[in-house]
């Protein structure tokens, strides 16, 4: 699948559940958009939650003390 936003390829993670396979939202590795409105980080909605997780444009929660939530918060931190 093309974005819609950039043109570029987009990507989905599945996971095969035994009796059948689900898909997560397609998402935009260069402009974050994703197929579920509520992980579309191309409008530049805040990846960080109040609780400390983090979303990512393909519909997964990060932990805060996860390797992706640190580093976006290390940056939001580095580059204000």
């Given at each position: 699948m093309k974005c819609?936003?950039?043109n570029e390829d987009?990507?989905?993670d599945s996971v095969n559940v035994g009796v059948g396979i689900i898909y997560g939202?397609?998402?935009?590795y260069t402009c974050?958009?994703?197929q579920d409105k509520e992980y579309?980080?191309?409008t530049g909605k805040d990846p960080i939650r109040s609780d400390g997780c983090a979303?990512?444009?393909f519909g997964k929660l990060h932990p805060p003390g996860s390797i992706y939530a640190t580093?976006?918060?290390w940056?939001?931190?580095h580059n204000d």
């Open positions: 819609p936003k950039c987009c990507e989905r939202p397609y998402g935009c974050g958009w994703s579309d980080l191309s979303i990512d444009q580093v976006l918060r940056s939001r931190n």
